[in-house]
């Protein structure tokens, strides 16, 4: 019997069979006594459909989701997937075995508990693949995506008073060091008291996190410095969208670029989007299937953010967003790692 451990699911044990679990013996239904009917494992995210039509789906960024269950049809539909693919007939493997984790496979336990590593069969299996497609849809179906922000700040924005100290120069990582030159000079009390400060643990305090400065025209955020020149300004460019995109490979899988992470100054909110966070209400805003398709690349890396428990700051018509990011919400489980991940600041 499966031993609860989806990570090695091959561990078994005999005193974690799933009281939730029934015997189904209707046409079509495999009359399996373990509780799990099929299992897909990919790289990272899986599914199990167990024999009284419940499915569980963990997708790749380990948001957790319970659809609603398969109907004696639907279950009779999913097995006929099985047999019409030939399922029984393709060669059965070995289980990983010790800790090495199960990845890219399929197992049915009908008539016989079959495993099958998927590498080599994609073809043969396609039409049962897309069927276990149609199952992570209906796993989430009852999900959608709403945008999120942990606050709202008005901005104020002053102008770089230091055309000899470029902050483009000091924004980068590999700046040429000028000996005694105006970098080295101390930073005047009046702009000291305006920048930002790092924490003990490297985060962003909330002193002067509302201040940012233009400069040859780009906007920057600057931390005080640590020995109270310019030269150890922390200096940070308020990025463009594209840049969170830059890293991500071109495919259509769900692929965090995790460029978002490495911006500590923020990001603009993309101009070409209809929806506006200011149009974001304390509960969230939904977004629409077609509008979350349409700007996916970037709205991923929201929802990227948000099931990490995570948010970006982000900048929209004068206002600093902080803790943004995309939830998807169940409304049978509502709080979620993304729900809650600001809870207890407010």
Known sequence: MFGGNADFPHEVVLAELSPAAERRDAPGVCPSRSGLLVSY????????????GTIFYKDALLNEYHGPKLSGDELAALMEAFADSGFDKARSSL????RVPDRHSLTLICTRDQYVSLPGHETTLAPLLKRIEWLKDRATSQTSYMLMFKEKIRQRIFEWPYPEVPLSRLARQDHPRIANGPEDEKVPPDILSRMAAFTAHGGTSETNADVFWN???KMYRVYQPSRGDFRTMGVFEVM???MLLRDRPETPEPTFSGSSLSKPAGVFW?????????????????LSPDEYRKHWPFYFELFAMGSGGLGLDIIDDGYLYRGVRICRVDPQQPRTRCTEAYASTH
């Open 41 to 52: 494992r990919g790289l990272v995210e899986y599914i199990n459909v167990y024999n009284d």
């Open 95 to 98: 289980r990983p075995m010790g």
């Open 215 to 217: 400069s040859d025209g």
């Open 240 to 242: 463009q969208p594209k």
């Open 270 to 286: 993309p101009a070409e989007l209809e929806v506006r966070l200011a149009q974001v209400g304390k509960d969230g805003l939904r």
